[in-house]
Protein backbone atom coordinates (compact mmCIF):
# COMPACT_ATOMS: atom_id res chain seq x y z
CA UNK A 1 0.00 0.00 0.00
CA UNK A 2 1.13 3.44 -0.48
CA UNK A 3 0.88 6.44 1.51
CA UNK A 4 1.46 9.68 0.34
CA UNK A 5 1.05 13.02 2.34
CA UNK A 6 2.41 16.19 1.81
CA UNK A 7 5.37 15.24 4.48
CA UNK A 8 6.27 12.10 2.34
CA UNK A 9 5.41 9.06 0.39
CA UNK A 10 5.75 5.47 2.14
CA UNK A 11 4.90 2.32 0.59
CA UNK A 12 4.05 -0.28 2.90
CA UNK A 13 3.73 -4.12 2.99
CA UNK A 14 3.18 -7.04 5.46
CA UNK A 15 5.82 -7.83 7.80
CA UNK A 16 5.79 -11.84 6.72
CA UNK A 17 7.21 -12.54 10.25
CA UNK A 18 4.62 -11.37 12.42
CA UNK A 19 1.23 -10.39 11.61
CA UNK A 20 0.75 -7.63 13.74
CA UNK A 21 4.02 -5.91 12.25
CA UNK A 22 4.35 -3.67 8.94
CA UNK A 23 7.11 -2.63 7.06
CA UNK A 24 7.79 0.50 6.01
CA UNK A 25 9.64 1.35 3.09
CA UNK A 26 11.03 4.89 1.60
CA UNK A 27 12.93 6.56 -1.02
CA UNK A 28 13.80 9.34 1.56
CA UNK A 29 14.64 8.86 5.13
CA UNK A 30 12.79 11.23 6.30
CA UNK A 31 9.65 10.66 4.90
CA UNK A 32 9.32 7.77 7.40
CA UNK A 33 10.64 10.00 10.38
CA UNK A 34 8.04 12.38 9.78
CA UNK A 35 5.28 10.12 9.63
CA UNK A 36 6.59 7.87 12.85
CA UNK A 37 9.15 10.07 14.20
CA UNK A 38 10.54 7.10 16.76
CA UNK A 39 11.05 4.65 14.27
CA UNK A 40 14.16 2.74 14.02
CA UNK A 41 14.95 3.21 10.26
CA UNK A 42 17.82 1.30 8.44
CA UNK A 43 18.70 1.97 4.89
CA UNK A 44 19.97 -0.87 2.51
CA UNK A 45 23.42 -1.86 2.13
CA UNK A 46 24.66 -0.12 -1.21
CA UNK A 47 25.13 -3.45 -2.80
CA UNK A 48 21.40 -4.17 -2.74
CA UNK A 49 20.03 -1.25 -4.19
CA UNK A 50 19.21 -1.34 -7.97
CA UNK A 51 18.71 -4.81 -7.32
CA UNK A 52 17.40 -6.19 -11.32
CA UNK A 53 14.43 -7.98 -9.84
CA UNK A 54 13.22 -5.08 -8.41
CA UNK A 55 12.86 -6.40 -4.30
CA UNK A 56 15.21 -3.60 -2.89
CA UNK A 57 13.42 -0.09 -4.64
CA UNK A 58 12.98 1.04 -1.57
CA UNK A 59 16.55 2.22 0.42
CA UNK A 60 14.92 2.99 3.71
CA UNK A 61 12.85 0.81 5.49
CA UNK A 62 11.44 0.78 9.24
CA UNK A 63 9.62 -2.84 10.60
CA UNK A 64 6.78 -1.09 13.07
CA UNK A 65 3.83 -2.66 15.03
CA UNK A 66 0.54 -2.56 12.80
CA UNK A 67 -1.45 -0.68 15.43
CA UNK A 68 1.56 2.43 15.64
CA UNK A 69 1.14 2.72 11.77
CA UNK A 70 -2.70 2.81 12.41
CA UNK A 71 -2.21 5.07 14.78
CA UNK A 72 0.08 7.57 12.33
CA UNK A 73 -2.03 7.39 9.38
CA UNK A 74 -4.84 8.14 11.32
CA UNK A 75 -3.11 11.69 12.88
CA UNK A 76 -2.46 12.28 9.43
CA UNK A 77 -6.12 12.31 8.63
CA UNK A 78 -6.57 13.95 11.40
CA UNK A 79 -4.37 16.89 10.08
CA UNK A 80 -5.53 17.41 7.00
CA UNK A 81 -4.68 20.48 5.63
CA UNK A 82 -7.68 22.53 4.17
CA UNK A 83 -7.55 21.96 0.06
CA UNK A 84 -5.28 19.99 -2.08
CA UNK A 85 -2.36 18.36 0.13
CA UNK A 86 0.20 18.90 -2.30
CA UNK A 87 -0.21 22.89 -1.93
CA UNK A 88 1.44 22.54 1.57
CA UNK A 89 4.35 19.96 0.32
CA UNK A 90 7.18 22.76 1.27
CA UNK A 91 10.28 20.02 -0.87
CA UNK A 92 9.87 21.33 -4.33
CA UNK A 93 11.09 17.51 -5.95
CA UNK A 94 8.65 15.80 -3.93
CA UNK A 95 6.52 18.75 -4.86
CA UNK A 96 7.54 18.15 -8.70
CA UNK A 97 7.16 14.16 -8.12
CA UNK A 98 3.18 14.42 -6.51
CA UNK A 99 2.52 16.21 -9.69
CA UNK A 100 3.52 13.99 -11.90
CA UNK A 101 2.08 10.48 -10.30
CA UNK A 102 -1.03 12.90 -10.26
CA UNK A 103 -0.85 13.03 -14.02
CA UNK A 104 -0.09 9.46 -14.38
CA UNK A 105 -2.79 8.11 -12.46
CA UNK A 106 -5.22 10.73 -14.03
CA UNK A 107 -4.26 8.87 -17.42
CA UNK A 108 -6.04 5.83 -16.02
CA UNK A 109 -9.58 7.42 -15.63
CA UNK A 110 -10.76 6.06 -18.84
CA UNK A 111 -14.05 8.16 -18.22
CA UNK A 112 -12.13 11.29 -18.76
CA UNK A 113 -10.00 12.72 -21.02
CA UNK A 114 -8.48 16.91 -21.18
CA UNK A 115 -5.87 17.97 -23.77
CA UNK A 116 -4.74 19.58 -20.18
CA UNK A 117 -3.09 16.76 -18.66
CA UNK A 118 -1.54 15.33 -22.59
CA UNK A 119 1.91 16.07 -22.91
Not at 8 to 37: K, T, Y
Not at 38 to 64: K, T
Not at 84 to 90: D, P, Q, S, V
Not at 96 to 104: I, M, Q, V
Request: charged share 25%; with cysteine.
Amino acid sequence: MWITTQHGHISVVADPISPQRVIMRAHRFEHIRELIPEADIWQLPRYERGDPFGEHDYYYRAVVQKSRFQQAVAEQIDALPLGTFRHHIADPVYYDACNRAKRELYRTDLTKHHSLFDD
